[in-house]
T-cell receptor, first 115, second 113 residues
């Protein structure tokens, strides 16, 4: 799986948009971008994933650049409860065949939302 | 749905004792994953199952660790004998399909003294 690079920490003001960047310059054509977060003392929580197109759900938006070498997770109106470690992960999809669908977590970005 | 259910939430045991961690995945999910999290090593995948069959156990640290999934609604992770370096939070997760996001349980915090 391609490696990802994320800043170790970021701050955001409550009510503002939080934009979390992720670099995955070695991503392959069949690899998806996944985002998870982990609030202190809880299990990781799935947020969103995408392949090429931008994606949006009730939690966040995922913007993937046209060359797919980087992406940004956007929390439109951050709240104090969004303070967490955010993980960007790239992983092969089912179309690649085989059986290796492992999700490998890196160190992530600690997002601190300030009042 | 109650989500992925893990038990116990906390376990304290003495070195050399057998430890069994339990997981009930979300009903209908075909994939089950066991992860371990420590400060030093972060989140590590230990093993995962598809339709109750172990697919990849390359993350299992050594022979002291074993995992089973006797049916679609139950899995166990056993450590025998336990050692202090096994102290960690162990998470179980499940997913419907391989492409879907995983749903994680609340974890079991294991302390081996």
């Amino acid at each position: 799986d391609a490696k990802t690079t994320q800043p170790p920490s970021m701050d955001c003001a409550e009510g503002r948009a939080a934009n979390l960047p992720c670099n995955h310059s070695t991503i392959s054509g069949n690899e998806y971008v996944y985002w998870y977060r982990q609030i202190h003392s809880q299990g990781p929580q799935y947020i969103i994933h995408g392949l090429k197109n931008n994606e949006t759900n009730e939690m966040a938006s995922l913007i993937i650049t046209e060359d797919r070498k980087s992406s940004t997770l956007i929390l439109p109106h951050a709240t104090l409860r969004d303070t967490a470690v955010y993980y960007c992960i790239v992983r092969v999809g089912w179309e690649s065949g085989g059986s290796n669908y492992k999700l490998t977590f890196g160190k992530g970005t600690l997002l601190t939302v300030n009042p | 749905d109650a989500g992925v259910i893990q038990s116990p939430r906390h376990e304290v045991t003495e070195m050399g004792q057998e430890v069994t961690l339990r997981c009930k995945p979300i009903s209908g999910h075909d994939y089950l994953f066991w992860y371990r999290q420590t400060m030093m090593r972060g989140l590590e995948l230990l093993i995962y199952f598809n339709n109750n069959v172990p697919i990849d156990d390359s993350g299992m640290p050594e022979d002291r660790f074993s995992a089973k999934m006797p049916n679609a609604s139950f899995s166990t992770l056993k450590i025998q004998p336990s050692e202090p370096r096994d102290s960690a939070v162990y998470f179980c997760a499940s997913s419907l399909r391989e492409i879907d996001g995983y749903t994680f349980g609340s974890g079991t915090r294991l302390t081996v003294v």
